[in-house]
DNA sequence: TATTGTTATACTCTATAACTATA
DNA sequence: TATAGTTATAGAGTATAACAATA
C-alpha cells in the first residue's frame, strides 16, 4: 500500500523541481572545468529524470529499475533472470531482490524452464497484466514532464542520440 | 594508497567496455516501450561515464563526487559547505563526509568563516592544487575515451544540449 | 526563529564472493 | 568445469530527522 502523504510531497517537491534550473546558474558560482564534462551534466539530467519517474509513480511504489524489468518480461515472456539482468545492465544478484518484490505483489511468475532446470522462465500475472496498464499511464505522465521540461524537440534529439550510443 | 591489482582491474574492465554496445543490442532482445523513456538512455549513459570515470582515476581513487567538489572549491576558494552543496545537488549531510574525506588526504582546509562563525569558509591545500594537476589529466583521459566512444560531433552537441538543460 | 554543520538512520544501487543445483 | 539462481557483505549515494552553535 503506497503512503498517500508520501506521495504527495513527493508530487509537490517533482512539480517544484520541475521548471527550476540548477543553483549555480542562480548564485552564479563557478563550475570550474565542470562544464567540460559531459557526465555531470548527464548525471543531473539523469537525478532529476528519475527524481520526477519516482515521484510520480509513488501511487504506485514502483521504482524505475522494476519498471524496466515489466516492460522487459512483458516484450520477451518466458525470459530467464540472467537474460533480464544482461539486457538491463542490472547484477544478477541485484535481479533476485526485484523479481521478489515483483513476485511479492503478485506481478510476475518464475515458471520452471523446460529445457534447463537451472533456470526460471518470466512471466507477467494477469493482475501484473492489468496493473501494467495503470503503471504505463503513469509513465506516460512522467515523459510528458520531461518533454516539457526539455522542449520537444531537444527531447527527440536525445533520444535519437542516445540511442545510437546505446545500440550503435 | 591505491591498491594497484585494483587500478589494473578496473582499467582492464573499462577498456573492455569502452568498445561493447549493450547486451540488448547483441541478443536482439526486445526492450518494449524502454526505448521510448529518455532515462532509460540517460541512466546507461550515466553509468557508463561513471565506470569510465572510476576505472580512470583508480590510481588516485578519486570519485566523481569528491572531483566536483575539488573543481568548485578551485574555482570559488571560500565558499561554505552549503553552498558546494546546493551548487552540486549533493545534500548537505553527505558532503560533510566528502569534506573529512578530501581533508584527510589533506587536499581542502575548512578555514574559520570570518563573518559567520557557523559557518566554514573551503580551501584547496598546497597539496590539493599539486595533486588537482595530476586529477584534471586524468579527468582528460576519461573525457577523451567518451569521445572515442561517442564521436566528437555527438559528444559536442550533448554538451550544448544538456548544458541548456541544465543552465536554462 | 532560521541556518550551518554535524551525527545518525534507512533505503537503493553497485560490486563481489561464495554456495547449490544443475548443465 | 561452467552456468543460473541465490545469499551475504561492503561501499556509494539519496533522503530525512534531530541536535548544537550561531545568526
Redesign the interface.
Known amino acids: 500500500m503506497a503512503d498517500r502523504r508520501l506521495t504527495r510531497r513527493l508530487r509537490k517537491k517533482a512539480a517544484a523541481a520541475r521548471s527550476k534550473?540548477?543553483?549555480?546558474?542562480v548564485?552564479n558560482?563557478?563550475?570550474?572545468?565542470?562544464?567540460?564534462?559531459?557526465?555531470?551534466?548527464?548525471?543531473?539530467?539523469?537525478?532529476w529524470?528519475?527524481n520526477d519517474?519516482i515521484a510520480t509513480l509513488a501511487p504506485l511504489g514502483l521504482r524505475?529499475a522494476e519498471y524496466?524489468v515489466l516492460?522487459?518480461i512483458?516484450?520477451?515472456p518466458g525470459?530467464t533472470q540472467i537474460?533480464v539482468a544482461?539486457?538491463?545492465?542490472i547484477e544478477r544478484a541485484r535481479l533476485v531482490h526485484i523479481i521478489d518484490s515483483l513476485q511479492g505483489r503478485d506481478y510476475v511468475l518464475r515458471v520452471a524452464s523446460k529445457t534447463d532446470r537451472r533456470s526460471h522462465a518470466l512471466v507477467l500475472t494477469n493482475r501484473g497484466r492489468s496493473a501494467l496498464k495503470d503503471i504505463?499511464a503513469l509513465?506516460a505522465a512522467?515523459?510528458k514532464h520531461?518533454i516539457e521540461?526539455?522542449g520537444a524537440e531537444?527531447?527527440g534529439?536525445?533520444?535519437k542520440?542516445?540511442?545510437?550510443?546505446?545500440?550503435?
Do not use: C, M, W
Open positions: 534550473p540548477v543553483d549555480a546558474a548564485a558560482i563557478d563550475l570550474g572545468l565542470l562544464d567540460g564534462h559531459l557526465g555531470y551534466l548527464v548525471r543531473r539530467l539523469q537525478r529524470i528519475f519517474f524505475p524496466s516492460l522487459v512483458e516484450a520477451n525470459l537474460s544482461n539486457t538491463l545492465g504505463k509513465a512522467h515523459e520531461l521540461r526539455l531537444r527531447h534529439t536525445l533520444l542520440l542516445l540511442a545510437s550510443f546505446a545500440y550503435g
